[in-house]
């Protein structure tokens, strides 16, 4: 664990950071490449990329702060600081961010923002969708190395244990947990081959974007089960398992990616057998 990756002069760098701005660049160069091969303006695409930064930002941002409101309320903090993700002093970096929140604003956003430049939408959001899964997966090295969203006590072989100067060993005394950073970033990684092979066959425009959405609700689903929550996340108990904010907007994210992807797929059948 290395939440401070160097440091210049008095400030401190952070691990989170280097890694979210390393995220960024990679899908942002994998989806120039490949918009050009597609005849879609690498210029367009850099615009839609600095707009999903910035919201993606803020959606993150917000989704964290409405599960976590008591941290805004007297005596812990204050309404301001709800506006304010980054750390002080000589600290240069974010706290407390949700990704789901993320993902659903800043793809409202994008999608927003291509059909208002008249771009092709569908097929853009496709060319961008495995970039975000890149980005996961980069991006959760950072989480690793920051020693944040970590996972339930556990024991065996994909169980890891935090020094003892962490929050993860003073929350469960020194317990070895699910490396949930890992299994985040390994699932990225895949999904970004799957959709980069999908991407590849285009079978019909949205499907890449379509099954984007419809993985990463299933995997925040699942891996939720084994994630430490805070009790504020939480919305209720099914049985002994508690589900939470993260996993209701990940089921909407897999409700809406499956019937998008059904959807597309029936236009594009009833398209072909449509007489010429």
Known sequence: MHPILFRVGSYEVPSYGVFLTLA????????????????IDRERILDVCMLILFTSI??????????????????????TDALNPFRGGAYVGFAGLSVLGGVVLATVSALGFL????????ATADVLAPSVALGQAITRIGCLLNGCCYGLPCSGAFC????????????????????????????????????????????????????FLALVGLERIFLDLVRHQDASVVWLHLGDTPFTANQAVSVGLLVAGVA???ALRGRARAGEAAPA
Not at 115 to 122: D, E, G, S, Y
Not at 195 to 204: D, G, N
Request: proline residues 7%; aromatic residues 14%; positive net charge.
């Open 58 to 79: 803020v959606g993150a941002r917000l989704l964290w702060v409405v599960t976590h409101l008591e941290q805004f309320q007297a005596p812990h903090g204050s309404w």
């Open 260 to 262: 998008l992807f059904a």
């Open 160 to 211: 890891i244990q935090y020094p003892p100067d962490s929050a993860v060993h003073a929350a469960y005394h020194g317990a070895a947990v699910h490396a949930t950073p890992l299994y985040s970033a390994a699932a990225g990684l895949l999904f970004f081959v799957l959709l980069s092979a999908l991407l590849r066959r285009a079978p019909f425009p949205g499907a890449v974007f379509a099954a």
């Open 115 to 122: 059909a208002w430049k008249q771009m092709p939408v569908l």
């Open 24 to 39: 960024f660049a990679a899908g942002i160069w994998v989806a120039q490449r490949r918009a050009a091969a597609r005849g």
